[in-house]
């Protein structure tokens, strides 16, 4: 039985900073990759950012420069840093994985092909 477990949401002031965390039971493979989606009410799904095994990563255009994704191998942990946040940044985020077959750029626009997803933290900016 898989696992996703998200922490660290919560309500901030805009331009301040959050880090989420997520505890995972599934293990990536060399060609899979994990990340952070979003969304917003009323609003699309929004890829956040990506990171591969390698340590690879991709981002949404709307948090290059401000959000960082990161992982701990060891921990099977997935990490994001928010820095500089923005009203608009206002959603409940997910973790996700894909643990085979992970092409980013495809992946990021849309997460259609996620085998795995948290049940999501509430980030709210005001």
């Known amino acids: 039985h898989v696992q996703l477990v998200e922490s660290g949401g919560g309500s901030v002031q805009a331009g301040g900073s959050l880090r989420l965390s997520c505890a995972a039971s599934v293990v990536i493979s060399d060609n899979g990759c994990m990340g952070w989606f979003r969304q917003a009410p009323g609003k699309q799904r929004e890829g956040v950012a990506l990171?591969?095994?390698?340590?690879?990563?991709m981002y949404g255009d709307s948090v290059q420069g401000r959000f960082t994704v990161s992982r701990d191998n060891a921990k099977n942990s997935l990490y994001l840093q928010m820095n500089s946040l923005k009203r608009e940044d206002t959603a409940m985020y997910y973790c996700?994985?894909?643990?085979?077959?992970?092409?980013?750029?495809?992946?990021?626009?849309?997460?259609?092909?996620?085998?795995?997803w948290g049940q999501g933290t509430q980030v709210t900016v005001s």
């Open positions: 996700a994985a894909q643990p085979w077959g992970c092409v980013m750029a495809v992946v990021i626009r849309s997460g259609s092909s996620i085998n795995y």
């Open positions: 990171i591969d095994r390698s340590g690879n990563t």
